[in-house]
């Protein structure tokens, strides 16, 4: 049966670090015993052992005296590993991934969830209680361009998108129908007329809950979740500078625009 071939080869190849060290190198590019020996700093005879058995179950092929890693093993490597980092990621930020509500993720988020690997953690500490807010407060003031999910109106929103659009810098916001009206009104008329009219301000109505923060601020992002009993977690968020999480956090924002009734 197809599938229990599958995990079988999974098996095989994840229960040893050896091998997983061996098919990373040879993920690479090919090369002999002695090569992998200096690259893996593993013994002779066990990467000559673990080499013997991945060519006796075709996971490689040797080729004019070179090792190579086969197609299929290619794909089977490639998933153990985004697994193995996708836990390994989640372990590191424990407090924030666990028992908090992820339904609003897209599955290509999820599925690229260790495209956040450059992140740092920013949690508020008893001398500290606004750390949290007073770091994505900052990355908006030193932004041109903000776009964000606003799951709730803190008091200072208004002015720092009015801040943003005094510096002819533009605004793209997603927040719920509950706040929509209340946010608009609060950031000055002169200024949001100008906005709308130049297309510097864009803000989108959402009809269901949004359990999910975001920010996207010029080249950084910060991520804050939900608990599972429905509050908003304070406590914790997520920031980044780093390209692949900026990308993640666009698709992400993209995502949830989609959903927006025109």
Request: net charge positive.
């Amino acid at each position: 049966d197809t599938s229990n071939n599958i995990d079988n080869d999974i098996k095989f190849l994840a229960k040893s670090e050896i091998r997983l060290k061996i098919l990373s190198e040879l993920d690479k590019h090919p090369d002999n015993v002695r090569g992998l020996v200096k690259k893996t700093s593993i013994a002779y005879s066990s990467v000559s052992s673990n080499i013997g058995k991945l060519e006796n179950h075709n996971y490689i092929t040797k080729i004019e005296n070179k090792y190579h890693i086969n197609p299929m093993t290619q794909v089977y490597f490639k998933t153990l590993m985004d697994f193995k980092n996708s836990v390994e990621l989640v372990n590191t930020y424990d407090a924030f991934w666990n028992k908090h509500n992820l339904n609003q993720l897209s599955i290509t988020s999820v599925k690229r969830i260790t495209d956040l690997k450059n992140s740092e953690l920013i949690e508020t500490t008893p001398i500290d209680i606004y750390k949290t807010h007073n770091t994505i407060k900052n990355q908006i003031m030193d932004s041109k361009n903000v776009r964000a999910i606003f799951p709730y109106l803190h008091p200072e929103y208004p002015n720092l998108i009015e801040g943003v659009l005094k510096n002819d810098g533009s605004v793209e916001l997603i927040v719920p129908k509950s706040i929509f009206k209340e946010l608009l009104f609060r950031v000055n008329n002169e200024v949001r007329r100008k906005a709308i009219r130049d297309k510097k301000l864009r803000v989108y109505s959402f009809e269901k809950d949004l359990n999910l923060y975001l920010t996207i601020c010029d080249e950084n992002m910060s991520l804050g979740l939900f608990k599972n009993d429905g509050s908003f977690d304070q406590n914790r968020v997520l920031v980044s500078n780093d390209k692949q999480s900026y990308n993640w956090a666009e698709e992400l924002f993209n995502h949830v625009k989609k959903q927006v009734k025109k």
